[in-house]
């Protein structure tokens, strides 16, 4: 499946050029975390995707949420479609620029950072940093990820969650420092005083962790 995205390309382009995706939460679409690029690294490819399934008020998802059934919060079809979809696309658009030897790395928010939860751990020698915020490490997605600490040595976390989130629990958000901290992965794990958003602390570690 083809998904729709919006690009920033730097004024070279070359094998070594580092590339970052960016996953909307639901609802939402690809401008939303788009604004990033102001002040992410300018020689870096950014690539905004939208997911596929429309929601209501001109919205889109990777797939459905029931929020009256805990034990079906996530529609796992839907999921692993969206999933499998995002490794297509990232797969041809990096190929389409040639970038054989740079970075890629991966940012989401919310349903967004918890397909690259997925996406890293189940192939973490194809990314580099992954910012995962307001989310949460879904099990039901975790089930063949890699163990190797070799292969995963790469991959750096950056994990962020607000105290006072009403969407994804800071409990469940804080799941992600114990999987992480078990599989001997880098991380960084910050709390911060706001709901489910990103404040202005949080976007300026984001940063500071991405320029690294």
């Not at 730097?10 to 939460?25: D, Q, V, W």
């Not at 839907?78 to 297509?88: D, P, R």
């Not at 970075?103 to 995962?132: D, R, W």
């Amino acid at each position: 499946m083809n998904l729709d995205y919006i690009v920033r390309e730097p004024e070279n382009i070359t094998k070594n050029t580092s590339i970052l995706f960016i996953l909307h939460g639901y609802g939402s679409n690809e401008q939303d975390l788009f604004s990033f690029r102001e002040t992410l690294p300018e020689d870096w490819i950014i690539v905004s995707f939208r997911a596929p399934r429309e929601t209501q008020f001109e919205g889109f998802s990777w797939y459905d949420i029931d929020f009256n059934n805990p034990d079906n919060f996530i529609d796992v079809p839907q999921a692993t479609e969206s999933l499998n979809s995002v490794l297509e696309n990232i797969l041809k658009i990096v190929n389409h620029y040639g970038i054989t030897e740079g970075k890629t790395h991966l940012c989401g928010f919310s349903q967004g950072g918890i397909l690259c939860y997925a996406l890293a751990l189940k192939y973490p020698e194809m990314f580099n940093y992954v910012a995962c915020l307001s989310s949460y490490p879904e099990e039901k997605l975790l089930t063949d990820i890699v163990k190797d600490k070799k292969k995963l040595e790469r991959l750096r976390f950056f994990v962020s969650h607000g105290s006072d989130d009403a969407v994804i629990p800071f409990e469940w958000g804080k799941k992600a420092a114990d999987l992480l901290y078990d599989l001997n992965c880098y991380f960084t794990f910050r709390e911060y005083m706001s709901g489910h958003g990103v404040n202005q602390k949080n976007y300026m570690d984001l940063m500071d962790f991405f320029s690294k």
